[in-house]
């Protein structure tokens, strides 16, 4: 894996909201609008996310990790595997997300990586706004487990 890029947002909404939000697969689909649907593959905490046409990936393996220090989302793809790493920093009310993405080295890409890093970085920046907007609409007793 090569690092790809980086994303920092401010989220008026506590590190435990995200945390669930991050750790519960179904909820991508109410912040990655590309996610179609989510369904469990096995009882290891693998899950098969299905996208829509403007992605590279149309189907992807997900399987969600947490740490003490970051929640992990490794990813295999049709056409690009990748990883990202979701680093929570609490502060008072507010939350500062780094999301850090990395990507496989020899990806099955008819472009090079340097084309699709910025318009990647802009479609998980638009994503990481949304996990934000959902994040402050909940408290941490009405988050999705």
Do not use: C
């Amino acid at each position: 894996m090569q690092d790809f890029f980086d994303n920092t947002i401010g989220v008026q909404a506590r590190a435990s909201v995200i945390s669930q939000l991050l750790l519960n697969s179904a909820a991508l689909v109410q912040w990655d609008p590309e996610i179609r649907s989510v369904s469990a593959l096995n009882s290891d905490g693998e899950f098969e996310l299905f996208r829509g046409h403007s992605a590279i990936n149309r189907s992807e393996k997900l399987t969600v990790s947490a740490n003490d220090t970051a929640i992990n989302y490794r990813v295999k793809g049709d056409r690009l595997s990748y990883q990202v790493q979701f680093q929570l920093t609490a502060k008072g009310e507010m939350t500062v997300v780094n999301e850090s993405v990395m990507v496989e080295t020899s990806p099955k890409l008819n472009v090079p990586l340097t084309l699709l890093r910025p318009i990647a970085q802009h479609a998980f920046m638009t994503n990481l706004r949304g996990l934000a907007n959902l994040a402050e609409r909940w408290s941490d007793s009405e988050a999705p487990q």
